[in-house]
């Protein structure tokens, strides 16, 4: 069973019917013993960092995601998951997971594109990868997928080793991160078609050693 | 870098589709669900639907439609059209959609905006314009103005002024129609949508005149717009989407290839 950790961020839905349509058992969920119990985790969510932070303290979901980061299950972030697992966020200064090394930083606001229009923030729409290093969960993936994403916010993970992905929006920022049995993407592949599925698909079959 | 991004724009009425695809050997389908699975597959970027039933006791049909497209379709897709309150939102967005779209009950109420960007997150706030040239007065500096009901009524008030207000009210995207250039197919309102585009920091996508790949390219450079709404040209047949993107990618617009 594979739990989707429901802590009132954002359209989880989403994430629980990609996941049934690949075939796979998953239960949205913020009961500790249900997520103790999964066999694999995956934290999505969409909203503000500080609003995040308070909900996962407030029914005990911090620990339970710590917990199975020591446990070596195979946990997914996604989005706004992604920037919780870092140190750190900007927005609304919030101390966050502190699961991987690093800070989460806004967008600079006047950022231009090649041709010297503006690009707006929040980052929205699709936009492919680069350097994807090889790693179970990206198999198959290539330069020219492309991903949907939405946020204001990128993760800076202070290890490039940590680094699976980067991607090109005014600045390159770490659009995959990851290390041990943690992979997190700022992107949504519940809402990327074709390449999204196939990734959300490698992620449930992913046994890291 | 970021794609430009196609959106067709599927219409709504009591759980069909008032104008279903046509294709050239004459097939219809009028089913919204089939017609959703049908664009995700020939590669659209995102869905728009407008629910134009008229009747309020009929919206748990459209309720219906979205909850079943979500089961179908893994690309992000937009809801509007009778967007009223707080619930209504809710009530989209659990179903399943992305997004919501308002933008009658947006102008009349523009609190809406600001509690729907707290309770669910600006990227989930689409401000819906109809917006009409008037020419350029006091009340009116930029000479457009925004218009409701089906574009009948006149708001007295400035698109560009309103677009700027509704970005600080938390609007996340705005999606800019003309209501001189829909149902023409003569090409996208240019000079609006980049006087719209230029001067707020949110994602705005073009709608109203598309009639064929060109009308893209247009307001996707000089129209300045991120997103592109298209609906007869794909709707009956005479273009479909990967022809619309191998156009632009010919023209050096950055499109999503390879879906």
């Known amino acids: 069973m594979i739990a989707i950790i429901d802590y009132d961020a954002g359209n989880l839905a989403s994430v629980e019917r990609a996941v049934s349509y690949l075939g796979f058992k998953c239960i949205v969920t913020n009961n500790i013993k249900t997520i103790a119990g999964s066999e694999r985790i995956i934290f999505p969510g969409v909203g503000a960092a500080g609003a995040a932070m308070d909900s996962l303290k407030r029914l005990g979901l911090d620990s339970a995601i710590k917990q199975a980061v020591i446990d070596g299950k195979p946990i997914l972030g996604i989005c706004l998951g992604t920037q919780i697992i870092m140190e750190y966020s900007e927005e609304n200064e919030t101390a966050c997971l502190k699961i991987i090394d690093g800070f989460v930083k806004a967008f600079p606001p006047d950022m231009k594109s090649e041709d010297g229009s503006r690009l707006k923030i929040p980052h929205m729409g699709w936009n492919g990868l680069k350097n994807i290093k090889k790693h179970p969960v990206l198999s198959g993936l290539n330069e020219d997928d492309e991903f949907y994403f939405v946020h204001g916010y990128y993760p800076y993970p202070t290890d490039s080793e940590h680094i699976l992905g980067t991607t090109d929006y005014g600045i390159f920022f770490a659009s995959v991160i990851g290390f041990n049995n943690i992979i997190a993407t700022q992107f949504h592949p519940e809402k990327s078609g074709r390449p999204g599925l196939s990734l959300l698909k490698n992620f449930c079959m992913w046994n890291p050693c | ?259």
Request: aromatic letters at 8%; one cysteine or more.
């Open chain 2, 1 to 259: 870098m970021l794609s430009k991004r196609i959106i067709p724009c599927l219409d709504v009425r009591g759980g069909t589709t008032t104008k279903g695809i046509r294709f050239k050997n004459n097939v219809d389908i009028g089913d919204p669900v089939e017609m959703a699975r049908f664009y995700y597959e020939a590669g659209a970027d995102e869905l728009v639907f407008y629910d134009i039933t008229a009747s309020h006791e009929k919206r748990n049909i459209m309720i219906d439609v979205v909850r079943r497209v979500a089961e179908t379709i893994f690309i992000p897709f937009s809801v509007g059209g009778g967007i009223r309150d707080i619930d209504d939102m809710r009530n989209v967005l659990l179903a399943g959609a992305e997004k919501v779209s308002i933008n009658s009950a947006a102008v009349k109420h523009p609190e809406i905006i600001s509690k729907g960007a707290e309770a669910f997150g600006s990227q989930c706030i689409v401000l819906g314009m109809d917006v009409k040239y008037v020419g350029e007065s006091v009340k009116i500096p930029s000479g457009y103005e925004i218009v409701i009901n089906g574009g009948r009524k006149y708001m007295g008030i400035d698109a560009l002024k309103w677009a700027i207000e509704a970005e600080k009210l938390g609007a996340g995207e705005i999606c800019l129609n003309s209501i001189d250039a829909d149902g023409t197919q003569d090409g996208y309102e240019l000079k609006l949508t980049s006087l719209i585009s230029e001067n707020v920091g949110i994602p705005l996508i073009a709608s109203g005149g598309a009639g064929k790949p060109e009308h893209l390219y247009e307001v996707l450079t000089k129209g300045k717009a991120d997103a592109a709404l298209i609906a007869s040209m794909v709707h009956y047949g005479t273009y479909t989407i990967s022809e619309i993107k191998a156009y632009l990618d010919s023209c050096g617009v950055k499109v999503r290839k390879g879906w």
